[in-house]
């Protein structure tokens, strides 16, 4: 699917909401030097072609797979009061062969 065919298949409303933040922590950063992955939290109800469209559509980059999984979240106790953190539903997005994607803001 290129960017083109997400533009017209989605609202790009919709694609602009898919990315909530990328995640950056030691295994995201280990499966992005070996892999040339990169790791977002995504919305609870978005799919994999819906991921794909988002990421093509605001890094103008070619996708090459993306595999979700869903995190439930942890309950935690503080004293007598017992909370729950939120479940997550996480993205590795798997770029095309030359492609790159710079999360830092930094030139290279």
Do not use: H, W
Request: net charge positive; glycine share 6%.
């Amino acid at each position: 699917m290129s960017a083109v065919n997400a533009q017209t298949k989605y609202d790009e409303g919709r694609l602009m909401q898919v990315l909530v933040a990328p995640i950056v922590s030691e295994k995201a950063t280990m499966i992005a030097e070996k892999s040339n992955s990169v790791t977002f939290k995504v919305l609870q109800d978005a799919t994999k072609y819906e991921i794909k469209a988002a990421v093509e559509l605001m890094f103008k980059v070619n996708v090459k797979a993306v595999a979700v999984l869903n995190i439930k979240g942890k309950t935690k106790r503080f004293g007598k009061s017992v909370g729950r953190r939120d479940n997550l539903r996480k993205a590795y997005v798997t770029l095309q062969a030359g492609q790159e994607l710079n999360l830092g803001g930094e030139s290279a």
